[in-house]
């Protein structure tokens, strides 16, 4: 396959996403049905994102241009990627990365995230016979020459020690925080909403944390989050709220909500499904420098970095932990 054939075929397939095709809307129920987590609201925000922000033939050829990738490799390697599961195609920027680069994508789903990669899989070689043998399902990574795997800090050291002798990108635990200054508007607010509830706030681009000035006024803030009370109709994430309320109050602990969302005092950036954590600051560049260092912290949303309401809407080339895939497929030897 060329570089054009391989751009169509991503270009294609962005509109498939967008298309209200029966079998595609079958399929997203079907991943609803094997994962709870993955309800029809969601996944369609998965899906637009990637669609409208990956899939574009403008989109794809700003990489193609940016990175010089070449109509195809001399000698393409077979690159194993081990996806994660816990939001919906949250391996898919790793997938069209080896894709587009000309290399061979070994992909092994997630459990929790299998039936849509896999779909769009099967719609890339239906359309195009030729993409087969740069597009595979597997349930074991060997033989390959290199590796993308995600996962939690406690599986990132088997992958390290699998993975050692090969090149590798290993990714761990990340999440994100936003720094407010307590002039925001209702309107960055509604925004700042988005970034930590959707997908229940289990993506390394949600934020679990927030950082306010010393007496900041949180009434305006939870009611603004009221836009998503009805995750508390989710029964999973009623579950999660009704036990984390048990333990803040069984600890005797501080903790402000609007019915749907718990906010309470924590240092930890990681906050529990249905809770989000705050930390006080008299000096907004300390907590700059202190966030700048800390490898856990995915991204910061602010009047200043990434806009309210952006956090969850990431660009082409918005890489995982910093780490810019394409150059690493590029310069695999």
């Not at 590798?168 to 509604?190: D, F, P």
């Not at 006080?280 to 966030?291: D, I």
């Amino acid at each position: 396959m060329n570089l054009n054939e391989r751009k169509a075929l991503l270009v294609q397939l962005g509109a498939y996403m967008l298309s209200k095709d029966e079998v595609w809307r079958s399929i997203k129920q079907k991943a609803y049905g094997d994962n709870n987590w993955f309800t029809e609201e969601f996944v369609n925000e998965a899906v637009q994102t990637i669609a409208e922000n990956y899939l574009t033939e403008a989109a794809l050829q700003k990489i193609i241009e940016t990175y010089a990738i070449p109509d195809a490799q001399d000698t393409p390697k077979v690159v194993g990627i081990v996806m994660a599961g816990n939001i919906p195609l949250v391996g898919f920027h790793d997938f069209l990365c080896v894709f587009i680069s000309g290399h061979i994508a070994a992909v092994k789903p997630s459990s929790k995230d299998e039936v849509l990669i896999k779909h769009l899989i099967e719609k890339i070689i239906a359309w195009n016979e030729d993409a087969k043998p740069f597009v595979q399902i597997r349930e074991m990574l060997k033989n390959c020459d290199a590796y993308i795997a995600t996962g939690s800090n406690n599986s990132s050291r088997y992958f390290e020690y699998y993975f050692q002798k090969y090149p590798h990108i290993i990714r761990k635990n990340r999440t994100s925080v936003a720094i407010l200054n307590g002039n925001e508007t209702n309107e960055q607010l509604n925004a700042l909403a988005d970034d930590v509830y959707r997908y229940f706030g289990l993506g390394c681009r949600n934020v679990t944390k927030l950082y306010v000035p010393e007496h900041y006024d949180f009434v305006p803030l939870l009611d603004a989050f009221k836009k998503y009370q009805h995750l508390m109709n989710h029964h999973k994430y009623k579950n999660n709220y009704d036990y984390n309320l048990a333990i803040l109050l069984l600890n005797n602990r501080y903790y402000m909500t609007n019915g749907s969302l718990l906010l309470t005092e924590a240092l930890s950036p990681f906050s529990p499904i249905s809770q989000l954590h705050y930390e006080t600051y008299k000096n907004k560049e300390s907590v700059l420098q202190k966030l700048s260092a800390d490898e856990a912290v995915q991204c910061i949303v602010s009047n200043e970095a990434t806009p309210f309401g952006t956090a969850q809407q990431p660009q082409i080339t918005d890489y995982a932990d910093g780490i810019d895939t394409l150059e690493f497929l590029l310069n695999l030897s």
